[in-house]
């Protein structure tokens, strides 16, 4: 499966973006996918996943209550609404598959490039 996720952009604090995921090359359904990001400097961290039919998220305590993750297994896409940004979600964001579902946090198996989302205080 190839990924590649798009929608960063530059926001206000307090704003809002969605990001996508668009899988192609295998049947998207099958995998477990999940959002992570790298903040300059920082180490790549989980921000949240889904399973493979959308039923079943968890999140990252950071982002709880503010982003929502979801999956449209007919479009092979998967997104990642995120409201109430804050300076600190400044961060290249990358979306991978995940063979381990259950891990906390899980790891990332395929990857896509990431997107840049920044956001100003």
């Known amino acids: 499966v190839q990924l590649q996720a798009s929608g960063g952009g530059l926001v206000q604090a307090g704003g809002s973006l969605r990001l996508s995921c668009a899988a192609s090359?295998?049947?998207?359904?099958?995998?477990?996918m999940a959002w992570f990001c790298q903040a300059p400097g920082k180490e790549r961290k989980f921000v949240a996943a889904?399973?493979?039919?959308?039923?079943?998220?968890y999140y990252a305590d950071s982002v709880k209550g503010r982003f929502s993750i979801s999956r449209d297994n007919a479009k092979s896409t998967m997104y990642l609404q995120m409201n109430s940004l804050e300076p600190e979600d400044t961060a290249v964001y990358y979306c991978?598959?995940?063979?381990?579902?259950?891990?906390?946090?899980?790891?990332?198996?395929?990857w896509g490039q990431g997107t840049l989302v920044t956001v100003s205080s």
């Open positions: 090359g295998r049947t998207f359904s099958i995998y477990h």
């Open positions: 889904i399973g493979t039919s959308g039923g079943s998220t």
């Open positions: 991978a598959t995940v063979t381990n579902y259950y891990r906390r946090p899980p790891a990332g198996d395929v």
